[in-house]
């Protein structure tokens, strides 16, 4: 099989930093939109919307913005777990247990991952990957156990944690739904439909508008 071409190999790099770098943003921005005002829950609704509107632009852009209506309540589901469950579960997160903790809590997600692959998708659970999960979630306990900002707390407040666990769970859905559909659709097109799916289902817990600019820039960054 031939080695990948240099310059995709870059890109490859260049969209690796860069994704790491905006998810390092989502709990220090999160509790900024906090400090003005947006619960949770609403700031996962705003998330939602305004990702969906950037999704919307791309999925236009490209043409790809039909789907068969035989997959609208698969990807209905996929938008509740993947992004209503997911973003309010991690904003639930970030202001009971704080960023640091969410963000461990967070990454629980591959070890789901190898756990849900295994019953719905029929992937082996070898001894070699029930070893890495094994020391994946003693990783997290002792990273989550040393986080400062926890101990600062008094301790795991049990909403946080579990809302972070919630969250990483979710996220690895993200894996299960994604072998589905994109045998047939391309990204921009699946969020397209997820997006709105996710609002929809969060829109009864929604509080109200953002309060002030500072809301507002915070609500719309996450969506990024």
Known sequence: MPEPFPEAQAKGAVYIVLAALCWSTLGPVSKLAFAH??????????????GWALFAGQAAWLGQTR????DLPGLAVFGFLGVSVFYGAYQIAVRDGGAALAS???????A?????ARFFLGEGLTRIKIICILLSMA???GVA????????????PLLGVACG???????????????RFLRTYRAPTIFLYIQPFG???LLPFLGGLPADAVAWASVLFLGL
């Open 199 to 201: 609002a929809l289902f």
């Open 104 to 110: 461990v809590l967070l990454y629980t997600a591959p």
């Open 67 to 70: 789907v068969r209506p035989r």
């Open 112 to 116: 789901w991952v190898a756990l849900l």
């Open 165 to 179: 666990l919630v969250s990483g769970l979710t996220y690895a859905s993200y894996y299960i739904f994604s072998k």
């Open 37 to 50: 005002g947006v619960a949770p829950l609403d700031v996962a609704f705003w998330r939602a919307v305004s």
């Open 145 to 156: 156990f040393g986080s400062g900002e926890t101990q600062g707390r008094g301790g795991w």
């Open 139 to 141: 990783g997290v306990a």
